[in-house]
């Protein structure tokens, strides 16, 4: 009997309620099948947050995802607060958590299905098979650096100011969460910047190498500048394995990488802190899309960027990597049997709602376990 693991949640708003509901109907299947029971809490983050208490995070949801053993997040954001101030604007809530929490690693992984592979925007030959991993910095870099702000100048202009900003240490462990990912895998990391013009990007690719040489020297290491980075992950994306680079960078690579999958609805992430004494990690599981307002509320989102942020917190939080392939099977197997929600439904195929393939996947989790 395992003893139960707390989990916060958090849906957010526009498809993230939805696409997160799909995310109960596994924990109640897990909890009669598999007899795996988590505390659920849930609560306000984003514009749903902003409504009701004027903040986009309460300091008790603060304290709640603090004391929880991981937290689960939808998404967050929408045109209905476009007008916030910019401190309490929905994004805020997520950038605090991932501040507060320290969750420097940010696990995005890029894998094709094959029965996927026709929707994604590349050729067919050029995607199947696809499994790339970006490794993003989280918590520093231009999205926290000192001095920020907009001015004004005395010539009546404005001036608005971001810093990048990255630390040895800083570069250090979230190499190190990179390399040790690979060996893993396919045992090569491509570390990405731009060197060429930013010194901040010469010390990543110096201290990049350092860690290779010290602690790492049975990956392989390659260093490439983000634009060309960019570029390959639209020739010839199969050349990765592993990709680690800084906020800003893995911030725009990892929707670049999505789309090559078929569909943005179908890549999760794992937002990760450092380990303490015991080995565990505070922890955040979110699906790289957004909140999608145009969609929301009519049954047309894809859960399985939610349903595989899940998959992903039973492998990295709690272990359970038997679970976690059982549920990555499953919706391999729905998407074999033609489960399409609209995004990944292409031509000629109906597509089901948001709802028929949280069941699809309960179904198919049914005949694994038979
Ligand atoms: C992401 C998102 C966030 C980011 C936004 C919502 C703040 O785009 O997780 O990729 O820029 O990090
Ligand atoms: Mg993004």
Redesign the pocket.
Known sequence: MVANKKLLMLPGDGIGPEVMAEVRRLIDWMDRRRHVSFDVTEDLVGGAAYDVHGVAITDATMEAALGADAVLFGA??GPKWDDVGYDVRP?AG??RLRKDLDLFANLRPAICFDALADASSLKRDLVSGLDILIVRELTGGV?FGEPRGIEDLPDGQRRGVNTQVYTTSEIHRVCRVAFDLARKRGNRVCSTEKSNVMESGVLWRQEAQRVHDEEFPDVELTHMLADNCGMQLVRNPAQFDVIVTDNLFG?ML??VASMLTGSLGMLPSASLGPADDSGRRRALY?P?H?SAPDIAGQGKANPLAMIQSYAMMLRYSFDMAEDADLLEQAVRNALDSGCRTIDIAGSGISPISCTEMGAAIVDELDRLAA
């Open positions: 967050v954001g994004e997520l950038l999205y911030d990892s929707d979110e790289v957004g």
